[in-house]
């Protein structure tokens, strides 16, 4: 099955720097990778993703990279703030719609 | 982004008791998922569902577990007979874009 790797757990930036999450999948058949943000006792929150059809997707200060030859994608935020601190967790979609979700990434922002 | 909710949002129960979650999109949907968080943990896949049927689930969801959509809106995730170890918040997810529910927190005693 699908084995997704992020890293690092823990990222501690200053506020307006960029943070970079990076995940491997093992499943070269994946297609769809999305990432979420969860705040402390939230929901998941899906804030971008793409499609293996594209290698670059941009939000504002969010951008998603995605390498399928080497199966590793990447969440880029630029000009961080403290309400970015939360946990990133990256996923990788396989079949019948399964995400597998990488173990986790703490943003902590520090103004 | 879709709505969905989820009812309740927290359950106690004692082991060995079953237990009934549900998940109720605001509008028709095909596709319901259900995930797994044990606190501190990442977010674990249990099964999905197209369609009225189950396309995929994993090892979690074994004979314990079933799903159900009784009315054509609301989602069930029965969880039979539960175990100490079944504490977690359970997120259902719809559209094939996959929304998360606010949650429920199983708590297992």
């Known amino acids: 099955g699908e084995n997704v790797e992020q890293h690092p757990s823990t990222l501690s930036v200053q506020e307006g720097d960029s943070a970079v999450i990076k995940c491997t999948y093992s499943d070269s058949a994946s297609n769809y990778f999305p990432w979420y943000k969860q705040e402390l006792g939230k929901r998941p929150q899906l804030i971008i993703d793409i499609r293996s059809n594209v290698g670059e997707k941009k939000d504002q200060r969010i951008a998603v990279t995605l390498n399928k030859t080497a199966k590793h994608f990447s969440l880029h935020i630029t000009e961080t703030q403290p309400e970015d601190s939360a946990v990133y967790f990256c996923?990788?979609?396989?079949?019948?719609?399964?995400?597998?979700f990488g173990g986790g990434t703490r943003l902590m922002v520090k103004p | 982004e879709p709505e969905v909710t989820q009812t309740p949002s927290h359950q106690v129960t004692q082991m060995g008791q079953e237990v009934i979650l549900r998940c109720v999109p605001i509008s028709n949907h095909l596709y319901f998922y259900w995930y797994r968080q044990i606190l501190g943990q990442k977010v674990e896949f249990l099964v999905s569902f197209y369609n009225n049927e189950i396309s995929e689930k994993s090892e979690i969801f074994d004979d314990q577990f079933s799903v159900e959509r009784p009315d054509g809106s609301n989602f069930t995730l029965k969880i039979r007979s539960t175990k100490l170890e079944d504490s977690a918040m359970y997120f259902c997810a719809i559209t094939d874009t996959q929304y998360f529910g606010p949650g429920t927190r199983l708590t297992v005693l």
């Open positions: 996923a990788a979609e396989g079949a019948g719609n399964m995400l597998t």
